[in-house]
């Protein structure tokens, strides 16, 4: 094995082994950055711009180092890519004999004892034919498999209702009480882990484990000397989802029939269990009736008040208890009887810790969604919490992304986990922005509140994708701007329309790429994590400023929390958050040498008001221009985007 500097080297083992490669001085400054915070055990916040390789940056040092060390991701697909790719690529070309692992989190693993459930009571509780060939592909699936993981079927999507019958939850996990404890994915995925010197997590499962510890309930990960986070942009708020308590229709639901199912199997004479369980399915169904409007999130305390809120949380709490009641009857005929009653047990706490009173540190809010509902109390500020876990790992703590930075300043990002003692380092884009792209802001566009605004951005826009021949994005702050976009281009534009929601995201993107002069119109989860290289995409469009909505019951408390410590909510959270997911969004258009096009950002607050001069200073160093014609002379240019 080589050293880092070594490794990068133009006669390095990463230039002997890989095709293409070229040493890269902001690659090589960030790969010696992490490692000597390593070395040092110092906490280090790297920005790395969009074409750094910044991912081999971090991967290097971590395979070099002789250190345990977890990779957190921000998605699932970044994990499988950095497992079944990268980590591989770089283990051959630098001879580093280094043990890793994938680790997910356990609703990833197919659960033997559940599909066996499934198979054999699953239908009594209504399955339909189509998930009955879904079921059969799976089962011939099991048979195969070494590791369980779901993504390695094909012909079942991802979103299919059945996973969530035959994969487990930590709730309705027997543990080593489980008969298929032997053959369970989950427990050698972990041991998997606890042996390897490298280990691809993801944020979800970096949280969940701290939040297991703190509830006294072990661990899931192993000890580590270094936690690598990439794409750490999303890290806080990943924490939220996790340092809250919340209870849903679908994880009472699914307590409902898994007892349906139990009951069959070990206490068919249980009359009283079977008429509990349907019972809580019932005021489940009531409750969500009297929380009224579907697709709704707002405060509690816009319902608390109305009689029938208070009616259907009463009945369903009482429903719960009822369902308690039987399953402790019942708990001795089974362990999976017994399961469910501690889960029973579990949600009861969890929706008398929501029923507790506001305080200033937390806010209460509800969810609906056309036949579901949540219920959530989640911490306004993740920093002491964060700062607690720090100290219970004990690690070396390295976060990464290309998007940390507001005006070259890690204020923001440091503040909202507390971190006070990291080292901030950045490294720019070794793209020619200037050469490879053109900023265009429209003039004479009306305030974005106004009625007709999404139809005026489109009326900018025209020209541009006119000039471009489609191969654009369409990236909207609001579902609502989506869907009005969508219908006033359906029949009207010479362009093939892809339009979030109408596909699979993947599939989504395939026939755009495929198109060659295609459409499409996305929201947030096409702002990020989308990497879409060559002529395909030459035009990135942006409604608006993509400030967190003052009306979201997480957002409005936060700022008010802000507003009692004296500090202004616009300029300590609505301001950077926004410059960071406008940085996301812009850095879907160049993702390679070769690439060139227009962003367009139609927003006219970023000239009319001063604070948009903090996003315009925050972008890659692009040429703007608000004159049309320099966009049409931009591809009308047939140079390429670097000379040969």
Not at 80 to 94: I, M, N, S
Not at 443 to 456: I, M, N, S
Not at 482 to 487: D, I
Not at 506 to 529: C, M, Q
Request: charged share 25%; aromatic share 8%; proline share 5%.
């Amino acid at each position: 094995m080589s050293g880092v500097a070594e490794a990068f080297a133009e006669d390095g083992p990463l230039a002997r082994a890989l095709a293409g490669f070229r040493p890269r001085e902001a690659q090589s400054g960030m790969a010696r950055a992490v490692e000597q915070a390593i070395r040092d055990g110092r906490c280090l916040i790297a920005e790395a711009g969009t074409g750094t390789g910044k991912t081999f940056a971090y991967l290097v040092p971590a395979l070099l180092s002789g250190k345990r060390v977890l990779v957190s991701t921000g998605t699932r697909n970044l994990q499988d890519q950095l497992f079944q790719k990268d980590v591989p690529l770089l283990r051959q070309a630098l001879a580093a004999p280094v043990r890793t692992a994938l680790l997910k989190g356990r609703s990833n693993y197919l659960c033997p004892y559940r599909l066996e459930n499934v198979v054999d009571f699953g239908f009594r509780a209504g399955f339909s034919e189509h998930e009955a060939d879904q079921l059969e592909r799976i089962r011939r699936w099991a048979k195969t498999t070494r590791g369980g993981d779901i993504a390695e079927v094909d012909d079942v999507p991802e979103g299919s209702l059945l996973w969530r019958s035959v994969t487990s939850t930590a709730e309705n996990c027997l543990g080593q009480d489980c008969g298929a404890y032997d053959d369970c994915h989950v427990v050698k995925a972990r041991k998997a882990a606890q042996e390897a010197q490298i280990t691809i997590i993801n944020h979800h499962l970096l949280w969940a484990d701290w939040a297991v510890k703190t509830d006294g309930f072990g661990e899931l990960l192993p000890e580590a000397d270094v936690i690598i986070v990439d794409e750490a942009h999303q890290f806080a708020d990943t924490a939220t989802q996790f340092l809250g308590v919340s209870l849903s229709t679908r994880q009472l639901g699914e307590l409902a029939d898994d007892t349906l199912i139990e009951r069959a199997k070990d206490a068919p004479d249980m009359g009283g269990l079977a008429d509990a369980a349907t019972l809580l399915k019932n005021e489940l169904a009531a409750m969500r009736a009297a929380l009224g409007e579907a697709s709704r999130r707002d405060a509690w305390h816009s319902v608390a008040g109305h009689e029938a809120v208070n009616t259907g949380l009463r009945r369903m709490e009482q429903s719960l208890l009822a369902l308690a009641a039987q399953l402790k009857l019942a708990s001795v005929r089974g362990k999976g009887l017994e399961s469910c009653w501690k889960r029973c047990d579990e949600f009861i706490q969890r929706l008398e810790a929501f029923l507790a009173e506001d305080t200033e540190e937390s806010v209460r809010w509800f969810e609906t969604h056309r036949r579901g509902f949540s219920l959530s109390r989640t911490p306004l500020d993740i920093a002491g919490e964060f700062a607690r876990f720090r100290k219970a790992r004990q690690a070396t703590w390295i976060f990464t992304s290309a998007t940390l930075s507001v005006s070259g300043r890690f204020e923001h990002f440091s503040r909202q986990l507390g971190i006070c003692d990291a080292d901030c380092r950045r490294w720019e884009s070794p793209f020619d922005y200037r050469r490879q792209s053109l900023l265009y802001l429209p003039a004479g566009l009306p305030e974005p509140g106004a009625p007709d605004y999404t139809r005026a951005v489109l009326r900018a826009a025209y020209p541009v994708l006119k000039a471009s021949g489609g191969r654009a994005f369409l990236l909207f702050t609001s579902h609502q701007a989506l869907t009005e976009a969508a219908s006033i281009l359906e029949g009207k534009t010479e362009f093939p329309l892809f339009v979030q929601g109408t596909q699979p995201k993947a599939r989504l993107l395939e026939a755009f790429r495929a198109s060659g002069n295609g459409l499409l119109l996305g929201t947030a989860s096409f702002w990020e994590g989308v990497d879409v290289r060559g002529e395909a995409l030459s035009c990135v469009v942006i409604d608006k400023l993509p400030f967190a909505s003052p009306g979201d019951p997480v957002v409005s408390a936060r700022l008010e929390a802000i507003r009692r410590r004296g500090h202004s909510p616009f300029a300590v959270f609505q301001l950077p958050a926004a410059v960071i997911t406008l940085k996301q969004g812009a850095g879907r258009l160049i993702r390679d040498v070769d690439d060139r096009g227009v962003l367009v950002l139609a927003d006219p607050r970023l000239t009319s008001k001063s604070y948009g001069r903090v996003f315009l200073d925050s972008l890659p160093p692009m040429r703007m221009t608000r004159e049309s014609k320099a966009v049409r002379a931009f591809f009308a240019d047939p140079q390429p985007a670097v000379s040969p």
